[in-house]
C-alpha cells in the first residue's frame, strides 16, 4: 500500500510539472535562438557604426547576460517558482553593486560615450585635465596617453568625457605661436623679412596657411613680432625648436640686434 501511495504521487507530480517542464525546455530553446539572432543582428548594427571592438564585445556580453537572466526569470515562473522574490533581491544586488562602483560606473558611462561619438581616436595629439600627450589607448574605464617626455598617462574616462578636451590633430594642422624681441635701433622692415625668410624656407613650414610676421607690442626694452607658422599637427615640436634656432642665427647674421637678456614668450593658441 506505501509503495503505491509512492507511485501514484509520483504519477500525479508527472502529471502536473511534465507539461511545465516540457513548455519551460521550448521557451528555453526558442529564447536562446531568439538571443543569439537579436545579438547578431546588434553586432552587425554596431559594425555599421563603426563601434570600438573593446566596446562591442562588452555590449554585447552585458545585453546577452542580461536577456538571458531575463530568460531564466520566465522559466522559472513556468514552473511555477514564485519569481517576484528573486527578481526583488537581483534589483536590492544591482542597487548594492551600484552603489559601491559608482565611480567605476562614471568611468565606464565615459568610456562608452568617447567610444561612441569619438572626439578622440588612436593617434590624436590632445590635451586634456591638465596633460599633453598621444592617444595610446582607449578602454572600457580609462584612456592611456603617450606624453611628449614618453611618460605612460592614464586618465579615468569619466573625467576625460567631462572635461575639455583640445584634440591638436583632427584639423591635421597646427599653428606655432611664437614672439621674438628686436633692439628699437633696428629697422622693422629689414627684421620683419629676416624672420619671415626663415619661415619660408623652413621645409616643414606650411605655404598654406601662409606664415606671418607682424608687430605685436612695443615693450619696455624690445620691439616684439609675432611670429605664426603653420605645420602639421606631428611636424610641430620640430618647427617649434628649428625656426626658434634659426631665427637666432638669422638676426645675428642681418646685424639686427636681440635684447639681452630676451625672454622668448610662447603664447597659448586660444
Known amino acids: 500500500m506505501e509503495l503505491q501511495k509512492w507511485i501514484d504521487k509520483g504519477y500525479e507530480l508527472t502529471l502536473e510539472y511534465a507539461p511545465k517542464i516540457v513548455l519551460a525546455i521550448v521557451i528555453w530553446i526558442v529564447g536562446a535562438f531568439i538571443i543569439k ?52 533581491i537581483i534589483a536590492a544586488a544591482g542597487l548594492a553593486i551600484g552603489l559601491a562602483l559608482q565611480g567605476s560606473l562614471g568611468n565606464f558611462a565615459g568610456g562608452v560615450l568617447l567610444m561612441i561619438f569619438k572626439p578622440i581616436k588612436l593617434g590624436d595629439l590632445i590635451e586634456a585635465q591638465g596633460e599633453v600627450g598621444v592617444v595610446k589607448e582607449i578602454e572600457i574605464f580609462t584612456t592611456k596617453l603617450t606624453g611628449l ?3 605612460e598617462i592614464i586618465i579615468p574616462n569619466g573625467s576625460l568625457s567631462n572635461g575639455n578636451i583640445i584634440n591638436y590633430t583632427t584639423e591635421g594642422t597646427r599653428r606655432v605661436d611664437l614672439v621674438f624681441g628686436v633692439g628699437y635701433d633696428s629697422d622693422i622692415k629689414q627684421a620683419k623679412a629676416v624672420l619671415l625668410n626663415v619661415l619660408t624656407n623652413h621645409p616643414k613650414v606650411l605655404k598654406d596657411p601662409a606664415p606671418t610676421v607682424n608687430v605685436l607690442e612695443l615693450a619696455d626694452s624690445s620691439i616684439n613680432f609675432a611670429v605664426r607658422p603653420w605645420c602639421k599637427a606631428e611636424d610641430y615640436w620640430t618647427v617649434y625648436f628649428e625656426v626658434t634656432e634659426q631665427t637666432k642665427e638669422a638676426l645675428d647674421t642681418a646685424g639686427i640686434e636681440i635684447p639681452y637678456p630676451h625672454q622668448v614668450e610662447i603664447q597659448k593658441q586660444g
Not at 554596431?46 to 545585453?63: C, G, Q, T
Not at 546577452?64 to 514552473?79: H, P, R
Request: charged share 20%.
Open 37 to 88: 539572432h537579436l545579438r547578431k543582428g546588434i553586432s552587425k548594427t554596431m559594425d555599421k557604426a563603426n563601434y570600438d571592438l573593446s566596446l562591442k564585445k562588452f555590449l554585447l556580453n552585458l545585453i546577452g547576460w542580461v536577456l538571458k537572466i531575463v530568460l531564466i526569470i520566465v522559466i522559472l515562473g513556468t514552473l511555477g517558482i514564485q519569481t517576484a522574490s528573486f527578481a526583488a
Open 149 to 151: 617626455s614618453n611618460r
